[in-house]
């Protein structure tokens, strides 16, 4: 009599799972590989651009100033908060209001994925900041620009950059 050694089954993965796992994983690194760290003059020279010297009232220095405090220019910054929301982006915008992940409740009083935020290009990221500001607090919206921005002199920020 032959003894047979009992061995578990090999689960065979269907080609779909292994598809939707690959292109998963490819999007996050093209998302990364997208990430752009901004110098100072070249943000203000972007942000100017977009329009946002002097809106709603607050100098290009006050949003040079809000950048470098909240992700140190960096367009894919990204910070977990305890209640599962996430702050995206170049102005760390929180994805419990402004923008959505998919995987939690959103107002999403911006209409965007908060990946959009993470983008070089800044587009989505200046739509939505502007939308932000239109509110009673204005950039106060941003714990950030309150403790390190609001009423100092912030001249230093856009100094030597031509705009």
Same mark, same amino acid.
């Given at each position: ?7 578990p089954r090999r689960q065979l993965r ?25 110098? @100072? ?5 972007a942000l100017n651009n977009f329009g946002?010297?002097?809106? @709603? ?39 419990? @209001? ?23 290009? %800044? ?15 204005? %950039? ?17 920020w856009v100094d030597g950059c031509d705009?």
């Amino acid at each position: 009599m032959e003894s047979r050694i009992w061995a578990p089954r090999r689960q065979l993965r269907s080609p779909g799972n292994v598809t939707l796992t690959l292109i998963s994983l490819l999007s996050c690194l093209l998302t990364f590989s997208e990430a752009k760290v901004y110098s @100072r003059c070249e943000l203000v020279k972007a942000l100017n651009n977009f329009g946002l010297e002097g809106y @709603r009232g607050y100098s290009l220095a006050n949003w040079i100033c809000l950048a470098y405090f909240t992700s140190g220019f960096n367009t894919a910054a990204t910070d977990h908060e305890a209640d599962g929301s996430t702050n995206n982006g170049i102005f760390q915008i929180n994805s419990r @209001r402004w923008c959505t992940n998919l995987d939690m409740k959103s107002l999403n009083l911006c209409r965007m994925y908060c990946a959009d935020l993470l983008k070089p290009h %800044l587009r989505d990221t200046v739509i939505c900041a502007m939308k932000i500001v239109q509110g009673p607090k204005g %950039l106060g919206n941003w714990e950030a620009w309150r403790r390190n921005c609001q009423g100092k002199d912030l001249s230093d920020w856009v100094d030597g950059c031509d705009f």
